[in-house]
């Protein structure tokens, strides 16, 4: 979602309380805080927020770790002495391993009947909420490639192409959740060649930096409404990432300046949870239903440029008009992705970084 599928373009105003360190550390201060673990692209509306504490009275403390695979792979060492509450931004590529070291504690969030069934990975239990879904895709630079007059790659194998050499970046499928869904669409398209692809890859140049952030705001050159510092013109995103290139332009253009590859998309679902061990149990379950509300739903599309889970939320206009959708994501099953990913990543880190 990270993934969020999540960007930086809005500033995320938090309440941050000082003195008394954590949540729920002892005092009526901390006892009306509750704390927020996540992934650096977490973004909310300060009146959002403020609407959380009106309701309920707790203010929330947000404590970010890095991008999504370092966050979750903090908070499965920290299990049962959590840093925080909550924890949100573990999606489907990275759930089973948080559930299988019990990180969470079960709760069944208020509103989760207006989420489809198809999204609800921890049916039953209620370990982990749905929160947000969205794509994975390949995003280029409009400019350049109509600059060049080329154009831009359609799909996984136009990728490895000697016309688009040295043009892709991508996040580490090690320690970020795009990184790692870009990965999973290469093994769910080509199977057991999945390595012999990614050498293809390597060989025509594509670069892998740490996360998504890194990637998007620093190395692609269509970040920043086109005018992105990179140089690199395809970078691993999100299909919903173009609107947040026309974000505040005035006159609003009458594409984004960004596009999606849609034969390069994986389906993603982001999730959060109660965790174990929260020492203010009670907060972290409002917060859980604050997030499953149209209030935090409807908040989200133009904050971490996401979809959200609940069928009746609305859309802004701008990001129905922006934004893109991959016909026919690929996607794959849980069981599969907990089998098998740590091999996957292993041998990718072997043949694409090290």
Not at 29 to 45: G, I, R
Not at 280 to 289: I, Q, S, T, V
Request: aromatic share 8%.
């Amino acid at each position: 979602m990270n993934t969020h599928v999540r960007h930086t373009a809005a500033v995320l105003a938090v309440l941050i309380l000082t003195g008394c360190g954590g949540s729920g550390s002892g005092g009526e201060e901390d006892s009306k805080t509750v704390t927020l673990v996540t992934h650096d692209s977490f973004a909310a509306s300060k009146s959002v927020l403020k609407k959380f504490t009106a309701d309920t009275g707790y203010k929330v403390k947000v404590l970010r770790g890095g991008d999504a695979g370092a966050a979750v792979n903090q908070t499965v060492l920290n299990k049962g002495n959590p840093q925080g509450d909550v924890f949100f931004g573990v999606d489907n590529t990275l759930l089973s391993r948080p559930l299988g070291e019990g990180v969470f504690t079960p709760y069944r969030a208020k509103g989760l009947e207006q989420v489809p069934g198809e999204l609800q990975l921890d049916k039953g239990k209620h370990r982990v909420t749905p929160v947000d879904s969205g794509e994975i895709c390949v995003n280029y630079d409009r400019s350049y490639f109509a600059k060049k007059k080329l154009d831009p790659p359609r799909t996984l194998a136009d990728l490895a192409r000697p016309e688009y050499k040295n043009l892709l970046v991508t996040s580490n499928a090690a320690t970020s959740s795009p990184g790692l869904g870009f990965l999973l669409a290469t093994v769910e398209e080509y199977g057991t060649g999945w390595q012999g692809y990614w050498k293809k890859l390597k060989a025509n140049g594509v670069e892998v930096v740490d996360g998504w952030e890194q990637a998007y705001n620093d190395r692609f050159s269509g970040s920043q409404g086109g005018k992105g510092k990179g140089d690199r013109p395809l970078v691993v995103s999100y299909a919903s990432s173009p609107p947040v290139e026309v974000l505040g332009r005035k006159p609003l253009p009458a594409r984004a300046p960004t596009g999606i590859a849609k034969g390069t998309c994986f389906q993603q679902t982001e999730f959060a949870g109660l965790l174990e061990g929260a020492k203010n149990a009670e907060g972290g379950k409002a917060l859980l239903d604050f997030m499953l509300s149209r209030t935090f739903q409807e908040d989200m599309p133009l904050q971490m440029f996401v979809n959200p889970v609940r069928k009746d939320a609305r859309l802004p206009e701008l990001f129905t008009k922006y934004g893109e959708k991959a016909e026919d994501p690929a996607a794959m099953a849980p069981a599969k992705i907990a089998e098998h990913r740590e091999q996957w990543i292993k041998s990718w880190t072997s043949l694409v970084v090290k």
